[in-house]
Each structure stands twice: as structure tokens, then as C-alpha cells.
């Protein structure tokens, strides 16, 4: 009998219905591929294992015939396309449990393969958000919040703003489209936080009149 995680999502990536009034800006998830480079290193870690394989082979050389060089190289490669065949697989599966969604109150993160939690960031807690925008269009949206919100950075990892432990910045990691979002998201927390907001005051005081 087939089980989804996420059937008690009113919404597919939130919690629960948006309030009355609230709307839907956008909604997406990260590129498993960009997502595998950038946030895994995929490409470093396939780097890192052919220099070894040349190492091996350049050692090698001058006691083996070429023939024989060449297989010492064979279990470092072999072993290279394992580690990177792993870390692509975690990039798919975070990238299939993964939904960022861009309303016009805030943004939702549903992060978490293994771990499922939920984000929630009102644009009024969030006082920066930078872009860091790749060739072919994806790119990184990561929200600088105020002092009071706090998050770690292993809750949030990998959508999380690269080498920002100490102050973890939660991010919107790797999506498509990645300008358009985040000129989306802008237009949206600027009309959010100029909203005015109008508070009742207290009653002043009764004077009593000096007899």
C-alpha cells in the first residue's frame, strides 16, 4: 500500500491552510544537479579522486608496464564514481522532499530528506535577502534574519547560505529561475513591512478638575 509523508498537507509544503487573504506567490524546489554541485561539491569530490588515480598511475609507472599502471588506477576511480553517485543521490532525495514557498506575508520551507521540518519566516523577521545567481539561471536566495530569530545550521544544511555557521542564513538553495524569484520575493517583503500598522492606544487618564 503506497504512503505519501506529506498527505496531511492541506497545501502541498505548508503546515496548514494560508490565513484569509494571504496568497501564493511561488512555489518550487531545488535543481538536484545544481543542487549536487554546488551544495555537495559533487564536482570537487570527482576532482579530488581522479588527481589520486593519476598519483597512483604516475607512482606506479616506473616499476609497472603502462598496461599494468593503468589498472592500479581502476579501484580509486571506481571507488570516486561510488562517493559521487552517494552524494547525487542525497541531492535527489532532498530535492524531491524539499518545497520553498513565496507568499506575500512570507516564506515556507519545507527542508529535510530524512528529518522533515518546516520554516517559517515572516517577512517582517527578515532584514536582507541575497541572491547569488549562477550561469544557466539557477541560483541561491539566502534571508539574513533579525537578532531574535536564531536557526542552526545543521537543521538547515544543505539550504543554508555556504560557510554562515555561526549566524546559519536559511536559504532558498539552488532553484530555477532564480532572478525572477527573488525579484518576486522583494516586490513582496517591501509591500509586506510598508504596511502601516495601526495599534489601538490606551485611554489617557481622567483628570479630576481642582475644586
Not at 507568499?103 to 517582517?124: H, Q
Not at 532584514?127 to 536557526?151: H, K, P, Q, V
Not at 536559511?170 to 513591512?193: D, N, S, T, Y
Request: hydrophobic share 50%; charged share 20%.
Amino acid at each position: 500500500m503506497s504512503h505519501d509523508d506529506f498527505e496531511i498537507e492541506p497545501v502541498e509544503g505548508l503546515p496548514e491552510k494560508p490565513p484569509a487573504g494571504e496568497e501564493i506567490l511561488w512555489q518550487g524546489r531545488p535543481d538536484w544537479w545544481a543542487l549536487a554541485r554546488e551544495a555537495l561539491g559533487v564536482r570537487w569530490v570527482a576532482g579530488y579522486f581522479v588527481l589520486l588515480a593519476l598519483w597512483r598511475f604516475i607512482s606506479v609507472l616506473d616499476i609497472l608496464p603502462v598496461g599494468h599502471a593503468i589498472g592500479a588506477m581502476v579501484p580509486y576511480l571506481m571507488l570516486g564514481f561510488v562517493v559521487c553517485g552517494l552524494l547525487t543521490l542525497v541531492a535527489v532525495a532532498q530535492a524531491r522532499a524539499t518545497v520553498y514557498t513565496v507568499t506575500d506575508a512570507r516564506v515556507v520551507m519545507r527542508i529535510g530528506a530524512a528529518l522533515t521540518i518546516t520554516l517559517n519566516l515572516p517577512y517582517k523577521q527578515v532584514s536582507n535577502a541575497m541572491l547569488d545567481l549562477r550561469r544557466g539561471g539557477t541560483g541561491t536566495i539566502a534571508l539574513e534574519t533579525l537578532g531574535e530569530t536564531r536557526l542552526s545550521y545543521l537543521t538547515c544544511w544543505p539550504h543554508a547560505r555556504p560557510w554562515c555557521i555561526r549566524r546559519a542564513q536559511p536559504a532558498l538553495r539552488c532553484i530555477p529561475e532564480a532572478e525572477k524569484v527573488a525579484r518576486l520575493l522583494g516586490e513582496a517583503a517591501e509591500a509586506r513591512v510598508s504596511v502601516p500598522v495601526v495599534t489601538r492606544s490606551a485611554p489617557a487618564p481622567a483628570t479630576v478638575a481642582a475644586e
